[in-house]
């Protein structure tokens, strides 16, 4: 679980990276002596500034990023049933009907990168002491 997190933050960053460095530095004129890693190093610095900006200005581009994804998906299913060919998919599932097990490899797989393995946390009992609690919750880490 602690390399789970920085493992795929990193991976994502190095892809990044990498996809910006093939599309947008010709796009935009960058120099192939800038170094590739550079933009991911930028997104990195971002988003920590952004996690260090508080609460407020995180849940904000939180919703933002979100709204993106989403638009993102209805780009991707419009152009896709703008694309549909029934006679296709009939093809390459008849052409694959043997492959379901190198599906559902893949697919557990793709679940653990993206979820991990969850090992549950141990729980402390409450404390009774008023110091220690705010509004009936109990401001203890471990609170139930």
Avoid: C, H
């Amino acid at each position: 679980m602690i390399l789970g997190y920085p493992a795929s933050a990193a991976f994502y960053l190095a892809s990044f990276s990498d996809w910006f460095y093939r599309f947008m530095y010709p796009v935009f004129g960058i120099p192939q002596s800038v170094p590739y890693w550079l933009p991911g190093l930028a997104v990195l610095g971002l988003l920590i500034y952004i996690n260090i900006s508080g609460s407020e200005e995180s849940n904000q581009f939180q919703i933002a990023v979100t709204a993106l994804k989403v638009a993102l998906i209805i780009l991707f299913l419009y152009g896709g049933l703008q694309a549909f060919q029934g006679d296709v998919i009939v093809t390459s599932f008849s052409q694959n009907i043997t492959s379901f097990a190198q599906i559902g490899l893949t697919s557990a797989l793709v679940f653990i990168t993206f979820f991990g393995f969850r090992r549950s946390r141990p729980t402390q009992k409450r404390s009774s002491n008023r110091a220690t609690r705010s509004r009936g919750r109990s401001t203890s880490r471990w609170a139930l």
